[in-house]
Every structure is written in C-alpha cells, then in structure tokens.
C-alpha cells in the first residue's frame, strides 16, 4: 500500500494543475476580413456568419468569426495583441465609445465595431450616419 501513496499523490498533483492551467488563444497570423479588406482578421479564426440584414439600423454588415479563448472567461479580457495590430494598421480606437463587450474603431470615414466575446468576435460596419 505504501509503493502507491507516491504515485497517487503525483497523479493528483498533476490533475489538479492541469486543471488550473487557464486557456488562451493564439493567433498565428493575418488576413484581410471578406466585408471590409483593411481590417485584419487572425488567420486561424474560423468565420461564421455573414449578417447584410442586422436589426441594429446602424449596422451596414457584420461578420461573425470563432477563435477559442479570444476573450478569455466569459468575454472579459481585451486581446491586447490583436487590438495592436488593428492601430499598426491605422484604426484608431474610440475608446470613449467602448460599450462593454463592443469597441470601436476608425480609419478614415469607415467606422467599425468590434464585439469580443469568450470564443467569438464579430466585426461590424457602421453606416456613415451611424450616431456613436
């Protein structure tokens, strides 16, 4: 009974920290999104949806993309890295307009936004007249 305490309490160990490991996501690259051409999209973002009839009358058209963990638990955490790309590539965030799970973004006179959640974002263009 002794020789299993050791490998019982290793297996244990290890359950309990693997379990404990917490999920991110990663990006391994990028490509333009298929609505708009200028907004970069992770390669390995799988889309979803294309939406050209939205409820919301501010929306011209939207895409919806799934990237596991791309907002952390429950949509809670920004992805820095991606967020980044968007600025190297000219989109100036409206941070005072940031609504929750919802940021906005400008390049020129074409504003997006884009709503992070736990394994999905999507991107949304704004009609020109949209009120922000």
Same mark, same amino acid.
């Given at each position: 009974m002794k020789n299993l305490r050791i490998p019982v309490i290793m297996l244990t160990l290890l359950l309990i920290t693997s379990g404990c490991a917490s999920a991110t996501y990663e990006i391994t690259g990028y490509t333009s999104?298929?609505?708009? /051409? +200028?907004? =970069? !999209? =992770? $390669? @390995? /973002? %799988? =889309?979803? %949806? !294309? $939406?050209? +009839?939205? /409820? @919301? =009358? @501010?929306? %011209?058209?939207?895409?919806t993309y799934e990237l596991k963990h791309i907002g952390g638990e429950q949509g809670l955490y920004t992805p820095a890295d991606y967020f980044q790309k968007l600025h190297d590539e000219g989109w100036v965030e409206l941070e005072e307009n940031q609504m929750g799970h919802v940021h906005f973004f400008k390049k020129n006179d074409t504003v997006v936004a884009i709503e992070i959640r736990e394994d999905t974002f999507e991107i949304h263009e704004m009609k020109k007249d949209a009120p922000l």
């Open positions: 999104s298929s609505i708009i /051409a +200028d907004i =970069p !999209v =992770p $390669t @390995n /973002a %799988k =889309p979803l %949806k !294309v $939406t050209t +009839d939205s /409820a @919301n =009358p @501010n929306i %011209k058209i939207s895409e």
